[in-house]
């Protein structure tokens, strides 16, 4: 199998840094930068008041239980209202949770309960967020897959810093002001959508019964066999290979090289996210899936290299391998589904996207302590890496993947 690729003609390529899209990068960086400065704050936060490790599953699971319910109806809410009304509302309501949370912090004892309201309310509104997420770059960007590489690398550089960020006003500031600072992040993100100038978009049909949207967005999103096909090896991956790897990686490394080898192996990896990014925006394969699901090959040294027990250089080598691979898939991803999927499904098409990945990540998070103290970490890194192989091989196998072509997006 062969994958051509274009050359990327950059007098000929449509302008990417229109005013649309460094409003919405805007919003997309500094959300993106709040959301990884949050949980650094918050489980310290929920430690600190003494709930202890309990209250930090309990507020972590009150945040993700109405996301994960509640994304499929996102999804139909964004196509009916539009994905920017969705997403400036969202955006709002996050605003006032997490300023209700700095207040609760920065003046008292914040009771466990009032906690883990705020993290439902947050968590709805994520729901209501993220299917927004993926329609709305084909609205301010035409082209598609140097935008999604531009986000990818903004992503990259945010989880990376957003830590160290949230660690150090921790320290100096406490808890409360984090969480301020990211309330302004959802004020900014707002303010920057609002200001978006789209095209006027059709109609919405407001007469079709929610359930009605959710089995048509089912059907369309059946009916595309590369697009459950990959959801499905992702879900099996999620168990398997991709909810494991942080858990598994936080045992191995911490144990042998301490908090100082854990943090330089997970900067690796984001700047191996970075290095993917970048090459997703001059290489343009006229088979994305195909050429993303073989670079996914060289993800595998992620799992491969915790369960030989590399040296930490050679470690945090492979994070970088791993995270490149990860990044440019996640561009081919992304811009196959924008360009291929109508934009009037595409919002609940996403939906059930990010439900799929959604569920299983969680498990294999859950499983992966329990199987390891029966079969031993690194034996089950090594069915990890096995199991990513053997998917990845049959991801490649299914014609509707390996011959999905390039397209333009759909009007």
Known sequence: MTLTTDAVDEAAAPPLWTKNFRLYFTARLVSLLGDAMLPVALMYGVVQLGYGASGVGFVLAAQMLPFAVLILFGGVLADRFTPRRMMIGADAARCCLQMAAATAFGTGHAPLWLLLLLAAGSGTASAAFQPGVAS????????????????????????????????????????????????ATFAVSGVCLLLLRLAPAPA?????????????????????????????????????????????TT?????EHGATGLGLVWTAFGAGNVLGGLVGMRFRPKRPLAAGAVAMFAWVVLPLSNALGLPLWSTCACFVVGGAAWAFWSVMWATSVQSQVP????????????????????VGQALAGPVADLIGARTLLYVSTLVAVVTFAVLLSVPAVRSLRRAEPPA
């Open 136 to 183: 709305m770059v084909p609205q301010v960007a035409k082209d598609l897959q140097r935008a999604n590489a531009t986000i990818r690398v903004a992503e990259a550089i945010a989880s990376m810093a957003g830590p160290t960020v949230a660690a150090v006003l921790v320290a100096l500031f406490g808890v409360a002001l984090v969480l301020a600072v990211d309330a």
């Open 204 to 248: 919405p049909d407001r007469k079709t019964s929610t359930w009605r949207n959710l089995l048509e967005g089912w059907h369309e999103f059946r009916s595309r066999t590369w697009l459950w096909v990959v959801i499905l090896a992702w879900a099996v991956n999620g168990i398997t290979t991709f909810g494991p790897l942080r858990p598994l």
């Open 251 to 255: 045992l191995l490394v911490a144990d």
């Open 343 to 362: 934009a009037t499904v595409l919002n609940r098409v996403y939906a059930y996207d990010v439900a799929g990945s959604l569920i299983a990540f969680p």
